[in-house]
Structures are given as structure tokens and as C-alpha cells.
């Protein structure tokens, strides 16, 4: 088989990119190690920055999420009791959006299937081969067969633990990772928000998040211990320690319920350079990684993808490689910004355990300037609707 540009992972990264180029005529072939229940039943990020929501109505996607997602035009921020809102809208003129990561893949795999491109899941033993020569090509097995795949470029989507960057040679790539001393227990239950904005809460007794994907389906999450496990937490423990967390105020108005999901993700910085090898480049998780305060994950994948797909479009409509040149440069000055943000709002609001008290007041003087400073919610509220680009 051959195809121009050869996506590894079907997720959100892979599908978006695949078919932005499929609308402009560029064939893509998307080979996936899971199945799409496996990779819709993952619940992961809730809000979009107004540069993948324009990318997702430029890929012919937008129709849902645009009847369907919920606007935020500001969050609110607590330390203890003490409750205060940062407005996005006053400070940049834009909003966020609440719509699912599951309803983005949802919607993705829908205009897939409806173009008739090809997309092969249950791809195993995948691996990449020349990719810093001028034939790249893929093998990959299904159902035990070996099968090949020539490409003009590879497109690594496949997250954190994919293929793609092991691909690229130790003496080229370099990592940049710093591992944080906790997790986020996140459960999903069909319950209505506790407010109509999101809180990020800072406690004595550690982080809470309250999020929501609609008017009765809230995400929420606590901060927890590394070595803890799922099972360790009875609803009823969760619930009591996410009140514990939020302002009374809030506490009072929550609904809680049974969960419909709880899992715990591990909190992790980090970043590949360069994210090009050749024909071969990295997108979204595989390239970096950034903790979910903020929720910059999928939307830096999503400004990947846009770099990438300006590029591949250069390459094959005006015959010109810049934008695939410097694809790792443009990529990465944008990473390393989401980088520093969700890096400095997780430090901001996290319990560490070594944490002395010269370093807790430090974090208390922090968020009352953020309280108090317009200037300090301006900087707050660019990097959290996100940077241009
Ligand atoms: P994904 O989603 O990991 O998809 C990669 C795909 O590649 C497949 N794959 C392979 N396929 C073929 N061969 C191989 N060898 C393969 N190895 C892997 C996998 O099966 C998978 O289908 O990466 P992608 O597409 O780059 O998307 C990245 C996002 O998923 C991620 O950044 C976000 O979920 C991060 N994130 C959030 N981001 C936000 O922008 N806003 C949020 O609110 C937000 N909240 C979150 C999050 C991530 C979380 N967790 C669990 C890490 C909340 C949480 C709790
Ligand atoms: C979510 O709704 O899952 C979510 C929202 C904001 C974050 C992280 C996760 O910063």
C-alpha cells in the first residue's frame, strides 16, 4: 500500500491531521494499535482554546461542538475559602470551550468514516523504517500478517508511549522531563456542576479541580498520592475529600452521585527536541507532555497540527519546504510557552511533600497577587485561553 502522508495513532492529533489534509486533497493513512471503543473510552481533556475549536470547524468538524459546547469566558481560583474569579474576556477578548476530548475523537472518526479514508486499528509491532531518507516506509502486522506501507512523510501521533520518537536516534533527540510527586484522581458523574465556571482549588490538604463536560456530567479531581490506586476510594471518600478542598460555599451547593469512571494519572513535564527527523515528525504527546493544570494538553497537539498540516500543504501545493523545515522551531517556541505555563500553575497550586513553609507562603503570596493584580490575571488569562498561533 502507499499513501502520501502515513499518520501513526488515531487519536485526536492523528485524526484531526488527517483530515485537514484529506480536505485539501492530500491522501493520509492512520494505523492505530487499539480499536476506536478503546480510544473513545478514554476521558480525558474538557477544554478547547479558541485555536482548536477554529481547527476543528476548518477540518469540517465544528457543527456539534459548536451547538453543543459550553463557552467559558473565565474560571474561578480558591485558596481555602477565599474564592475569586479571573474574566478571560475582559483581559483577551476570547473564551474557552467546554467540549469533551471523547466528543472531538467522536466527531473526528464520524468525517473519517464519511470520506471514506482509511484508518486500520488493531495495528500491531508498527515500526518505521528510512525515515531520514527520501522512501520512508512502515510495517506494521494485523490479525499476524506483516504489512507494508510507503509514504512520502510519517506523521508520529501516537502519544507518550508510542514508537514514533524512540524512533529517532539518541545521538539527535534530547528529553527534557521533570516528574512531579503526585497524581490526579479524577471520577466522572452524571451530576449537575457545581458551578457554572471551573475551580481551581488550592488547600491545606492539597488540589481539587471541579470541571464538567455538561449540565449534568461534571468531571472533577483531587490530588493524590502516587502510590494510590483507584480502589482505594470509595465514592463517599472522594466526595468527603473534595469538600474538604473547595470553599464552603461550594462544598454546600455540590451534588454529588455515584462515578461512572475514576482513574488516576500521574503528573509529568516533558519535551523532545527536535520534533523532526527527516520525513519523520512528531505531534502532540509523543513530542511532550505537560500536566493537566491548565489544559494544555490536546490544545498544544492541536497547534502541532496546524504547523504540520501549513507545512504539508506548502510542500505539495506551491512545492515549497519551508514550512516543513522549520516545523520543529515553530512547534517547539509554542510548546515550551504551554510547557512553562502548566508547569508554573501546577507549582502555583499543588501541596508538594517536601514543602517547607517559607515555600507555602510563597505560594500564598502568589495567588493573593493573583487576586489582587490586573496585570497578573492578564498574564493568567492569555496563556490560559492560549497563546496565537
Ligand atoms: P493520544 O490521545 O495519546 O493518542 C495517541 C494514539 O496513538 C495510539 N498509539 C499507537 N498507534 C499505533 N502504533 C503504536 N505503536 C501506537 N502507540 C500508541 C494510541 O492508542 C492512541 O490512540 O495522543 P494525542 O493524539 O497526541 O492527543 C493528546 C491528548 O490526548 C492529551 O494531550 C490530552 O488528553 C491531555 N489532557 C488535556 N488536554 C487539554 O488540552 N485540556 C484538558 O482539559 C486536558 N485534560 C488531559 C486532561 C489528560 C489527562 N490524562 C489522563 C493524561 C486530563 C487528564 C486526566
Ligand atoms: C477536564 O475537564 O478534564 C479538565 C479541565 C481543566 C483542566 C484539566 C482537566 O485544567
Known sequence: ???????????????????????????????????????????????????????MREAGVGERM????????????????????????EYTNTSVVVYGQTEVTRDLYAAREAAGAPIIYNASDVAIHDADGQTPHITYRVDGMEQRLDCDFIAG???????????????????????????????????????DELIYASSERGFALCSMRNANLSRYYIQCSLSDSPDDWSDTAFWD????????????????????????APLRSFVTEPMRWGRLFL????????????????????????????????????????????????????????ERFSWWFTNLMHRYPDQSEFDLKMQQAEIAFLRDNHNAQSVMAQNYVGLPY
Open 1 to 55: 500500500m502507499r499513501t502520501q502522508v502515513a499518520i501513526i495513532g488515531g487519536g485526536p492529533s492523528g485524526l484531526l491531521l488527517g483530515q485537514l489534509l484529506h480536505r485539501q486533497g492530500i491522501d493520509t493513512v492512520i494505523l492505530e494499535r487499539k480499536t476506536k471503543a478503546y480510544v473513545l473510552s478514554r476521558i480525558r481533556a474538557g477544554i478547547l482554546e479558541v485555536g482548536m475549536v477554529k481547527l
Open 66 to 89: 459548536d451547538r453543543e459546547c459550553f463557552v467559558h469566558d473565565g474560571t474561578l481560583i480558591s485558596y481555602g475559602d477565599d474564592l475569586f474569579g479571573i474574566n478571560f474576556k
Open 157 to 195: 501521533c501516537d502519544g507518550f508511549h508510542g514508537i514514533s520518537r524512540q524512533t529517532i536516534p539518541l545521538s539527535v533527540r534530547r528529553e527534557y522531563e521533570k516528574v512531579y510527586p503526585f497524581g490526579w484522581l479524577g471520577i466522572l458523574s452524571q451530576t449537575p456542576p457545581v458551578n
Open 241 to 264: 475529600e473534595l469538600r474538604r478542598r473547595i470553599p464552603a460555599s461550594q462544598a454546600e451547593a455540590l451534588v454529588t452521585g455515584p462515578s461512572i469512571e475514576k482513574s488516576i
Open 283 to 338: 505531534c502532540g504527546d509523543a513530542a511532550h507532555i505537560v500536566p493537566p493544570t491548565g489544559a494544555k494538553g490536546l490544545n498544544t497537539a492541536a497547534s502541532d497540527v496546524h504547523y504540520l498540516y501549513h507545512g504539508l500543504v506548502q510542500h505539495y501545493r506551491d512545492g515549497d519546504d519551508e514550512g516543513i523545515e522549520r516545523y520543529s522551531e515553530r512547534a517547539l517556541a509554542r510548546v515550551w510557552k504551554a
